[in-house]
């Protein structure tokens, strides 16, 4: 009975491993398959990224954005064997894509690919796969204000077009319709050359841009100019949707200049009151200076033998015509009150101007990231030939958490404020690439 039973069960292990050694096929095949599946779908996905962003970036091309994320799709989609055609790409469902009141534009990217499968392409329905990709992204609006150092020192750094060409460069990066612009430039005092327009800016900034190398000349009033630049991005705009607030302050030098109360004692030219005063790197000259830009420099304290200086000469508040300099202690000497100092009451050497013009402009730069909404802030430094840049102060400016700026030993110290970056030019002819490296990162913060 035994014997004859386990005969009739004679080759039912091999049906067995047939029936098992295809289901255990089917699921292989499922795992190529779907594994080359996920493999395209994540080419899909990268390439779509990339068609997204470039198409964000340019809204208002002529033909609007489709043809440039089609172009950039294929630039970055890599077409293999597996595809049996073509993939098919959509920008907005082939409608026109929505905007905001703003002119924000929501972008939307989807790609679809047909696949060849191998193993499970036995199943008539299964012998090709379809996989997609999507992607979003919109474009933000900048509200961004240029600050440009206008000093004595650039005529030498900065000779010729150099500067206007950068600057005309940098803002043909945004949008001369719905992006908005201010211009400002310092040196003694600090000027709005154009003031917080929306659209409509480029060719006004490229010729101020282009003028100012007429007007290279006096000392570093960061201070001022960051204070200016903080009341200029508070504008308040009739615009809506996302803004980016940004700040890109420009200097080729050491801030050297500040403002404030001075109380002058002897029989000084110089007389108590406000003034602006500094303008010297050569550690140890401090000069009192005018709004019209000139300041003077002598050897001795006001007043001395020059009949240049015989006036009586008042503070920028009262009478500002002319200037004359001086140096702690002796006729005429000032005290003034130094924020670096806790406000006291301190001899006006140029070791306490120095420090304090660097730390005023910081404390401006930290008020505008601190405000609400926060602005990134920016700094491009060229060096020139002055060799007088002090690239740990536009760290610190830009809050710049860069391994370069961490070489120079600064730390991040308000990584809860907005981080900006400081781009260096050694000379005029990196200024472009400079000023750019500053637009590409704005332009990525755009980016929704």
Sequence with gaps: MDRKHRKRERGQVLVLCAICLIVLLLFVGLAIDFGLAYVTKASLGKAVDAAVLIAA???????????????????????????????????????????NALGDTLITVTATSTIQTYFIGLLPSFRTL????????????VEMTIVIDRTGSMASNAPGTSLGDAITSFVGYFDDTYDSVAMISFAND?????????????????????????????????????????????????IVGNVVHVVVFFTDGDANTVEGPLTCTGSGNVKSGTWTFGGFDDGSTVG?????????????????????YSDVFYPLNNNPYDACNTQ?????ACNGLFTTLAGTQQTLTWTHVNADALNRAVADANAM?????????????LNGTSGVLHPLFLCQIANDPSAYCAGLGYTATTPQLTQGIFALASDSSQLQAAFQQIASDIRLRLLQ
């Design 57 to 99: 970036k340019n809204t208002g091309a002529p033909g609007g954005p489709a043809p440039i994320a089609k172009s950039a799709f294929f630039m970055n989609y890599g077409t293999s064997s597996r595809d049996t055609s073509t993939p098919v790409v959509t920008v907005c469902n082939n409608v026109p894509c929505p905007t």
């Design 130 to 141: 379809n996989v997609s990709a999507s992607a979003q992204a919109q474009y933000a609006r």
């Design 190 to 238: 600090q000027t709005i050359d154009f003031p917080m327009t929306t659209g409509n800016f480029k060719a006004s900034i490229g010729t101020a841009a282009a003028n100012y190398r007429n007007r290279f000349r006096g000392a570093t009033f960061s201070d001022g100019a960051l204070q200016l630049a903080h009341t200029v991005d508070s504008t308040v705009l009739p």
């Design 288 to 308: 009192f200076m005018t709004s019209d830009q000139s300041y003077y420099q002598t050897a001795s304290n006001c007043p001395d033998n020059n009949s240049r």
């Design 328 to 332: 702690a202690g002796g006729s005429g």
């Design 369 to 381: 990231r601190a405000a609400t909404p926060p602005t990134i802030v920016y700094a491009v430094g």
